[in-house]
C-alpha cells in the first residue's frame, strides 16, 4: 500500500525560530493536506494542496506540493508557544472509479515543542 | 455552530464487553469516517460511508462495527473480537473527497 514518510518525528525549538518538516511519498499523489493536533483533540486542517508545485500559505504556515507529486513540506515561520502540536501530513489518489473517496494516508506525525 | 460531535470523550471497556463509540455532525457531508490512533503512529482508517446505509471497510475493520441509517450519524462498535481497543477513535466527515473534517476524538481505555 502506500506510505508516507514524514520527518523529523519530533523538533524542540526556541520561540521565534522557523520551522520545517516533509513528507515523502512511495506513491504520487494528486492532493496533500496539513493538519494540526492539540493534545486530546481532532486534527484541523491547516493547508491544501491540490496542484503539483502549488505553494499555498496562511499566515505564518507556508506549504507546498512537490514537483513529482511524492513530496511535500511545511514551514512554519517565527514560531509561537501556541504552535506546539502534532502535525500531520495526508496524501490522496484518487483512482479512475472513484472508490478511493476521502481515503486520505497519513504519516506518522511531527511533535512540535517550543520553548519560551 | 456546525460541526462534528464525538461522545463520550473518555469510554472505559471491561473485557468481552462491546462498546459503541457516538458521532454526530451538522455538516450536511455525505461522508463519514473513523480513524483509529494509535501513540506515535498516524492515523488508520477503520470504516468509512460515502452515503446513507452504505459503508466500506478500511485498512483496520477487523473487530470493528459500524452502521449508517441517517446522513448525520455514523457509531462505531468496537466489538469484543478487537484484541487491543485501546487507541484515540477519530471521526471525520467530508462533502468532498479530499478535505477531512474531525471531530474532538474518544479515548478508549480497557479495564
Known amino acids: 500500500g502506500q506510505q508516507l514518510n514524514q520527518s523529523p518525528q519530533s523538533m524542540f525549538i526556541q520561540e521565534g525560530e522557523d520551522v520545517s518538516m516533509n513528507c515523502t511519498s512511495s506513491?504520487?499523489?494528486?492532493?496533500w493536506l496539513w493538519y494540526k493536533q492539540d493534545p486530546g483533540e481532532g486534527p484541523v486542517l491547516l493547508i491544501a494542496?491540490?496542484?503539483?508545485?502549488e505553494l499555498t500559505s496562511n499566515g505564518r504556515l507556508t506549504a507546498q506540493f512537490g514537483i513529482t507529486r511524492k513530496d511535500s513540506f511545511l514551514n512554519i515561520s517565527a514560531s509561537i508557544p501556541s504552535d506546539v502540536g502534532i502535525y500531520f501530513c495526508?496524501?490522496?489518489?484518487?483512482?479512475?472509479?472513484?472508490?478511493?473517496?476521502?481515503?486520505?494516508?497519513f504519516g506518522q506525525g511531527t511533535i512540535l515543542t517550543v520553548h519560551p | 455552530d456546525g460541526g462534528i460531535t464525538q461522545s463520550p470523550k473518555y469510554l472505559f471497556r471491561k473485557e468481552g464487553q462491546n462498546v459503541t463509540l457516538s458521532c454526530e455532525q451538522n455538516?450536511?457531508?455525505?461522508?463519514m469516517y473513523w480513524y483509529r490512533q494509535d501513540p506515535g503512529q498516524g492515523l488508520r482508517l477503520i470504516y468509512y460511508s460515502q452515503i446513507v446505509n452504505d459503508f466500506q471497510k478500511g485498512d483496520i475493520a477487523e473487530g470493528y462495527s459500524v452502521s449508517r441509517e441517517k446522513k448525520e450519524s455514523f457509531p462505531l462498535t468496537v466489538t469484543s473480537a478487537q484484541k487491543n481497543p485501546t487507541a484515540f477513535y477519530l471521526c471525520?466527515?467530508?462533502?468532498?473527497?479530499?478535505?477531512?473534517?474531525f471531530g474532538s476524538g474518544t479515548q478508549l481505555s480497557v479495564l
Open positions: 455538516l450536511n457531508h455525505d461522508a
Open positions: 494542496l491540490y496542484k503539483a508545485g
Open positions: 506513491s504520487i499523489f494528486n492532493t
Open positions: 495526508a496524501g490522496h489518489l484518487s483512482n479512475a472509479g472513484g472508490t478511493s473517496y476521502g481515503k486520505l494516508t
Open positions: 471525520a466527515s467530508s462533502i468532498g473527497y479530499r478535505r477531512l473534517f
